[in-house]
């Protein structure tokens, strides 16, 4: 059995496939290794009641997820599963390679998540090549539900925002300035918290403010990370997260206007993911 995940900064998704019946799915919350310690991965994984029935069964568990760039946070994350899939074979991956799988396959083409933070990279048919981006929430993320959360954030703290937007946001969520501080200063994943905020921005899309601020974030996520690539044009660009995928009108005109060819647009890529990894897993198998 073979059990595979994406997992972003706000959630992860599972799925496992199961003899004689469809695929096993189930999310948990975003197990981002910066955001979260090995103990704290272990204790997610030991609630989900739907996998513990398999978990002795289980001989290969691969999980892609953000914040598994180096080794020693791919460590951290490999450990903890050990600990609940102890007979297991665990590979650790880059969010960014389970996203090139599922969107390009074996083909070559550039990959980018725009989802809760944002990142980008060239995949040239077997390996990611990753990029000087991805710098985080508090530099970069350009695009991402976190920047934007922070834009809107911004503006209706300093009374930016139009009346009627300012009205709604404020019966929405009802934060102040202090609410605002204590969740990004003093809380777990701030990230995650700015960007909970683009649900404002789906219920409130045609307004010209949103529309707007789409659109510079947009444009701001493809003139610093993917018109850098001197070859963009020559490849497809597909992206994956929520972000994109809910404002894909937004996104594919930014994209016209500067040239970029667009491909695959996924909200989450799980489900081509996991199918790319059983079949390649089987076939290794077979030979």
């Given amino acids: 059995m073979i059990l595979v995940a994406d997992s972003g900064s706000s959630s992860s998704d599972w799925m496992l496939n199961l003899p004689d019946s469809a695929p096993l799915s189930f999310r948990t919350k975003g197990l981002n290794p910066f955001f979260v310690n090995e103990k704290e991965i272990a204790r997610v994984m030991q609630e989900v009641p739907e996998i513990i029935p398999y978990a002795s069964e289980i001989h290969e568990v691969h999980f892609f997820g953000a914040g598994c760039v180096t080794p020693d946070r791919r460590e951290i994350v490999s450990n903890a599963l050990t600990e609940i899939f102890p007979t297991a074979f665990v590979s650790v991956e880059s969010d960014m390679l389970g ?10 083409g550039y990959v980018c998540t725009i989802g809760t933070g944002s990142d980008i990279g060239y995949y040239d048919g077997e390996e990611l090549h990753q990029s000087v981006h991805g710098v985080g929430y508090v530099l970069g993320d350009e695009g991402s539900g ?52 683009a649900e404002f921005m789906a219920e409130n899309r045609l307004h010209p403010y ?16 993917v018109i850098t690539y001197p070859d963009f044009w020559e490849y497809k660009v597909n992206f994956v997260g929520g972000i994109a995928y809910h404002f894909d009108l937004q996104l594919r005109e930014v994209c016209e206007v500067l040239g970029v060819r667009v491909g695959s647009i996924l909200s989450n890529p799980i489900e081509q993911l996991f199918h790319f990894v059983v079949e390649r897993e089987t076939k290794l198998i077979i030979k």
């Fill in 210 to 225: 949103i529309d707007t601020l789409l659109k510079n974030g947009f444009d701001e996520f493809i003139r610093t990370h």
């Fill in 99 to 108: 996203c090139a799988y599922a969107t390009c396959g074996r083909s070559k």
């Fill in 146 to 197: 976190a920047w934007f959360g922070k834009r809107l954030i911004v503006d209706f703290l300093y009374e930016k925002m139009p009346k009627d937007l300012y009205k709604k946001f404020a019966e929405k969520y009802r934060v102040n300035k202090d609410i605002v501080i204590r969740n990004l200063y003093q809380k777990d994943r701030p990230n995650a918290y700015l960007a909970s905020f």
